[in-house]
T-cell receptor
Framework: EPEVTQTPSHQVTQMGQEVILRCVPI?????FYWYRQILGQKVEFLVS????????KSEIFDDQFSVERPDGSNFTLKIRSTKLEDSAMYFC????????????????????FGPGTRLLVL | KQEVTQIPAALSVPEGENLVLNCSFT??????LQWFRQDPGKGLTSLLL?????REQTSGRLNASLDKSSGRSTLYIAASQPGDSATYLC????????????FGAGTQVVVTP
């Protein structure tokens, strides 16, 4: 069964360093997402991406964060200058499409999550 | 603003007992509700997605019900097994944004042999 993959599984970095987290979404999916989960807290939305541009971003997703789809398969999250509070598990997700018809609120599409990258900022 | 709550935070049951997990949300104008399983230190596995037009969705031993008017969903797991031990999360799309899932804090389940 197709699945979302993420690399690396763990990353340790020094405060102020740049990190790039990588994701390979499911191949026929068109919508991509990043979420994060700080230890002991809820999973939080960071950003959604469609048609090579950001669809929506949360307040967490400030200028230190960026996303890119550099080729037909990869989807990356870059943190330019990491802070201690960026330590978290980062999840990539993808979905085929959010709705068949935006006017039809009875339908939606499952988001499939990757295994996550555990980021530790020292 | 949508708030998603899961009670209880933790649950322990003996093997073979049925599990009942609750999820409540404050804004009933949801598009769908998704249940996930999370194993310690691992990713999220999608279990079921129940659409706003449905009242129930089943997959094997899992059954999810949805009552939009009361802002509740329940996940039933029949005949629990030790392998069902995990944290179960529910999530709904934000009412103003199709793709942004808002998660509950989860219910940590332990099934004892």
């Amino acid at each position: 069964e197709p699945e979302v993959t993420q690399t690396p599984s763990h990353q340790v970095t020094q405060m102020g360093q740049e990190v790039i987290l990588r994701c390979v979404p499911i191949s026929n999916h068109l919508y991509f997402y990043w979420y994060r989960q700080i230890l002991g807290q809820k999973v939080e939305f960071l950003v959604s991406f469609y048609n090579n541009e950001i669809s929506e971003k949360s307040e967490i997703f400030d200028d230190q964060f960026s996303v890119e789809r550099p080729d037909g398969s990869n989807f990356t999250l870059k943190i330019r200058s990491t802070k201690l509070e960026d330590s978290a598990m980062y999840f990539c997700a993808s979905s085929e499409q959010p709705f068949v018809d935006l006017r039809d609120r009875g339908r939606g599409e499952t988001q499939y999550f990757g295994p996550g990258t555990r980021l530790l900022v020292l | 603003k949508q708030e998603v709550t899961q009670i209880p935070a933790a649950l322990s049951v003996p093997e073979g007992e049925n599990l009942v997990l609750n999820c409540s949300f404050t804004d009933s104008a949801i598009y769908n509700l998704q249940w996930f399983r999370q194993d310690p230190g691992k990713g999220l596995t999608s279990l079921l997605l129940i659409q706003s037009s449905q009242r129930e969705q089943t997959s094997g031993r899992l059954n999810a019900s949805l009552d939009k008017s009361s802002g509740r969903s329940t996940l039933y797991i029949a005949a629990s097994q030790p392998g069902d031990s995990a944290t179960y999360l529910c999530a709904v799309p934000s009412t103003d944004s199709w793709g942004k899932l808002q998660f509950g804090a989860g219910t940590q389940v332990v099934v004892t042999p």
